[in-house]
């Protein structure tokens, strides 16, 4: 009953909104679509039509609702070799192959390693986006005439002030509308959407990919299949916690991986491209009032319907409406707040957003600047981690002194641990004191033996206490040193 329930919302908890949205979604998608196709190197339908799958198959089998997946700029970079070598052919296999192997990382549960993003590269990772987005407008303005200038300022005029008049409407589908009529009443020379790239009129059609099936094609599309899944479902599983946040709600991220396989598998078998989730477009998508799987499905089904009946209309809408809403998208998606909390939060923090931005932003590679955020974000933890503190105390009486450790113990801290410890210590008896401590590894425990077997060296007894349990397991598996000589002790 519950399951029902939670359906229903998911579907028709939101119609209106939901449908309203997924147009303006549709109509937004067409010319990203064509655009990442040029970029693939293949005809603009397979952009468009693995747009149509994807879309469609995620609204059923997705995990994040309102979320939009289609043909992506990120995936069409990864497949331009495999297209200029081999073709278009291979190309779907490899979409194909894509889809499995996402559909096995989300059955192995792979999305838990989610946690282990840092906060500060997720702001990075969207306001790299966020910039992105904006430099793609960019070109529409090369040789452009002041008309063009003038239909982008007033399709932002029109999203930013018509909800002052009413929200019943997303303002968005109301600036192409307008933005639109008065481009072809006027007849005014700017570029449209048909100057993107041919639409063919035609609905997809399923065909096994025309290649032998063999281990030496295995070989060819394996290594892109798998770079696809993996930037397809990074890019994936942020957008989602993106759009978590602005929905506040929560999400399936293993179901999402899943549900990304079986799109991506659908478009190979349909003249499709591998596509995965677009921030931008999910953007607009919330923006616009889509809260549900309805929004979703309405943006695939009815980019089609905008291609197959559409048409001739489709191709007469300027881009300067549509570069309007993608300037709105640029805009509203940046965090705006990361630059205003730079004084508060810690350097480090700000270092690694700054450099997930940056490695974007000039490879154009959303996983290598993620890579890089974290790569560098785990350095600087393990900076902060890696210091320890040892404490001397000596009783003179007997002569016993007592080395109390304080610290996290693994192989970037144990330079420092042997280097505060007198291993040329001529007194009758040391302890080593880690009751304060955790030894973490195999470079720890090296560290701890040659701390004893130097002692040792001087006739020192030398006694370590306080190991926690997991600590006291490892010494005993990994530690080389006499254990007469060096008493291990608990707490």
Known sequence: MLLTSNLKQEWFGNVKGDILSGIVVALALIPEAIAFSIIAGVDPMVGLYASFCIAVVISFFGGRPAMISAATGAM??????????????????????????????????????????????????????????????????????????????????????????????????????????????????????????????????????????????????????LALAIVGLLESLLTASIVDDMTDTDSDKNREAKGQGVGNIVAGFFGGMAGCAMIGQSVINVKSGGRGRLSTFVAGTFLMFLILVLGDLVVQIPMAALVGVMIMVSIGTFDWSSLMNMKKTPITDTLVMIVTVVTVVFTHDLSKGVFAGIILSSIFFVAKISKVKVVETLDEATGHRVYSVTGQIFFASVTELVSSINLKDEAKEVTLDFTNAHVWDDSAVAAIDKIVLKLRENETVVHIKGLNEPSSHLMARLSVADQEGAKLSGH
């Open 76 to 225: 069409a970079l990864v497949m331009v070799t495999l297209v200029a070598e081999y073709g278009l052919q291979y190309l779907l296999a490899a979409t194909v192959l894509t889809g499995m192997i996402q559909l096995f990382f989300g059955f192995s549960k792979l999305a838990r390693f989610m946690k282990f993003i840092p906060r500060s590269v997720m702001i990075g990772f969207v306001n790299a986006l966020a910039i992105l987005i904006f430099m793609a407008q960019l070109d529409q303005f090369v040789n452009a005439t002041w008309v063009m200038y003038a239909m982008v300022a007033g399709a932002l005029a029109i999203i930013y002030l018509f909800p002052r008049i009413t929200k019943a409407v997303p303002s968005p589908l109301v600036a192409i509308i307008v933005i639109t009529v008065i481009a072809i009443t006027t007849g005014s020379d700017v570029r449209t959407v048909g100057d993107m790239g041919e639409l063919t009129r035609k609905l997809p059609m399923f065909f096994i990919p025309d290649i032998p099936l063999n281990f030496e094609t295995l070989k060819i599309i394996f290594p892109y299949s």
